[in-house]
């Protein structure tokens, strides 16, 4: 199957999924991160907001932030890279032109990444090696090629693959987190 192809199927079937089970997905992926040795001590997390179709990110930062951890989430901006931004749940927010509801805040440059604990990324699917399959643009591709720090995408349990379709330049994942439990890229 073509990238273009598992794409496609892969959002047919997160549309197809009820709120409540995309509920308890997001549940489950942040009480497995939560407990993973890389948070433990995390001072700094970079995450993304979901989606509403992805696997939910708002159980996550709202755990990472009662244990004091700082969190940047991305910004896109208009030449396909992104920078980030300190999350704040208060701040407003700007609908970006791709549907992505942005924090207002001050940019921080791409070196924000340098202190964190964990790089969490959105994904489509991820495979066994640790290929990623986004949507297309690749702007994490972009924001990741010189980090060496920790990255996790967020799947669903059967968004978890074999093998994936994949390019020299996509930034492969150290570590996929499911409903089902966390799957570390040997």
Do not use: Q
């Amino acid at each position: 199957m073509s990238k273009d192809e598992l794409r496609g199927e892969l959002l047919r079937r997160r549309r197809d999924m009820t709120e409540a089970v995309r509920t308890e997905a997001a549940e489950a992926i942040a009480l497995h991160l939560l407990a993973a040795p890389v948070i433990s001590t995390a001072r700094r997390v970079a995450c993304y907001v979901s989606m509403a179709t992805e696997p939910g990110t708002a159980p996550l930062i709202a755990g990472l932030m009662a244990r004091g951890v700082e969190v940047v989430v991305p910004l896109s901006l208009a030449d396909g890279t992104l920078d980030w931004v300190t999350y704040d749940p208060a701040a407003p927010t700007t609908v970006t032109p791709l549907g992505i509801a942005e924090p207002d805040g001050e940019p921080l440059g791409a070196s924000a990444l340098d202190d964190c604990a964990l790089i969490v990324v959105p994904a489509l699917a991820v495979d066994h090696a640790g290929h990623r399959l986004g949507r297309g643009a690749g702007y994490y591709d972009r924001a990741l090629a010189e980090t060496t720090r920790p990255l996790c995408a967020l799947v669903f349990t059967h968004e978890l693959l074999e093998s994936v379709p994949h390019e020299p330049h996509d930034i492969p994942v150290s570590m996929a987190a499911t409903p089902n439990g966390l799957f570390r890229v040997p």
